[in-house]
């Protein structure tokens, strides 16, 4: 009954085998095991490193500005004609080089903008009345998707 008792194998010594050729050193009774591996340290966990900039749209410090957006709709992109009239809603707000726009179009309903890059290279990412598309889901910042994809539309906040 005791011949399952004693060491258990993966802690025992190895066995000294025969060397052939140069000698090495030989394994003293002291020295710890061979062939045991210390499992690595799993990184710590936590809460995936977003930049401050990103989490909340604000104010953007450094453009682009409500004409240079109605420049990039009235261009090629082609969502606004010349000929229609558009005022300042809301914004743009910035997270990170994300933008989120509301403009007032006479004659329509508000019309809601995304944008990305700088103010120089701007780029559209969507424009309507619903721009909680999957690109700004997936890759915009959370300040951006938090006024795209979670604000209702003419609600006063806190309300």
Request: aromatic share 2%; net charge negative.
């Amino acid at each position: 009954m005791l011949a399952g008792c004693g060491t258990p194998p993966e802690l025992r010594q190895p066995a000294t085998l025969p060397s052939v050729g140069t000698p090495g050193p030989t394994p003293s009774a002291s020295a710890p095991p061979t062939g045991l591996a210390t499992p690595p340290t799993p990184p710590a966990a936590g809460p995936p490193t977003t930049p401050a900039a990103d989490l909340v749209a604000g104010p953007c410090p450094d453009g682009p500005s409500v004409d240079r957006v109605v420049a990039l709709l009235r261009g090629p992109a082609g969502v606004l004609s010349r000929s229609v009239a558009v005022r300042a809603g809301e914004g743009p707000l910035c997270a990170g080089d994300w933008q989120y726009t509301v403009l007032r179009v006479t004659g329509h309903e508000e019309l809601q903008v995304v944008t990305r890059g700088r103010p120089g290279d701007l780029e559209l990412v969507t424009a309507g009345t619903d721009v909680c598309t999957i690109e700004v889901r997936v890759a915009g910042p959370p300040g951006i998707r938090a006024l795209a994809c979670d604000a209702v539309p003419g609600a006063v906040p806190g309300a």
